[in-house]
């Protein structure tokens, strides 16, 4: 998720995140967004649905969304996903409407949180879809939820990300009981900024440019 300008004449609140942490959510949230608009969900049970999205919030681009599926096809099919920085929760909930068996969507900002409740029920996956509001580093420090271990993982990062933070958060994922052995890890990130650096214990298996966007796939390193 990319960056975006704060309105004039609004200032930051500063609230603290739960799970430790105390970012500063409400910048947090605002500046992801760089285009907002009307989301759906592109294929499967859902599809058409519309979705909510929370303000200044830059969901993934539709067609982006459907080249990361066509290219992910059967693999998504019963798969646990987990989706970190989850905003309007699109990413999750396409994976659900595409034959995803559960999900766990993960954000820190109390807007994007309601809007993935809102989401979940609206496309009829409130009962397979746990939402959690909690910062993604922090989180994945820990102990994994009981969900894991996740066959997909998504993340789509404010594109203003300090790299450490993304760094953290990929470390965090190889921790044992987080992910499956033939896992999928799918990092957004625009295309012009720098690439997503794999931590011990995730190799990259594909690289794919759309437009100004970036979708790396990465993957546990086999025997690790």
């Known amino acids: 998720m990319g960056p975006s300008a704060t309105p004039a004449g609004e200032e930051a609140r500063r609230t603290p995140a739960p799970d430790g942490g105390g970012d500063t959510v409400g910048v ?8 907002t608009g009307r989301v759906r969900v592109v294929g499967g049970a859902a599809g058409g649905r519309r979705l909510v999205t929370p303000p200044g919030i830059r969901p993934t681009a539709e067609r982006v969304r459907e080249a990361l599926f066509a290219s992910l096809g059967d693999f ?11 905003g309007s929760g699109a990413l999750a909930l396409e994976a659900l409407s595409r034959g995803a068996a559960r999900a766990v969507l993960v954000d820190d900002a109390p807007a994007a949180v309601a809007a993935c409740e809102a989401n979940a029920a609206a496309t009829g996956f409130a ?8 910062r993604a580093a922090t989180l994945v420090g820990g102990p994994a939820p009981p969900e894991a271990p996740f066959a997909l993982v998504l993340l789509d990062p404010p594109y203003d990300a300090a790299p450490a933070e993304l760094g953290a958060v990929l470390a965090g994922l190889t921790r044992p ?15 012009a900024g720098p690439e997503p650096v794999p931590s011990a214990g995730l190799d990259v298996r594909s690289r794919r440019p759309y437009g100004d966007t ?10 690790s």
Do not use: K
């Open 28 to 35: 947090n949230a605002r500046r992801r967004g760089r285009r």
């Open 214 to 223: 970036l979708l790396t796939t990465l993957g546990p390193t086999p025997g």
């Open 177 to 191: 009981g987080w992910l499956g052995a033939h896992a999928r890890v799918v990092v957004e990130t625009a295309r």
């Open 127 to 134: 009962d397979v879809a746990r939402v959690r509001r909690a």
């Open 76 to 86: 998504v099919v019963d798969a646990t996903v987990l989706e970190l920085y989850a």
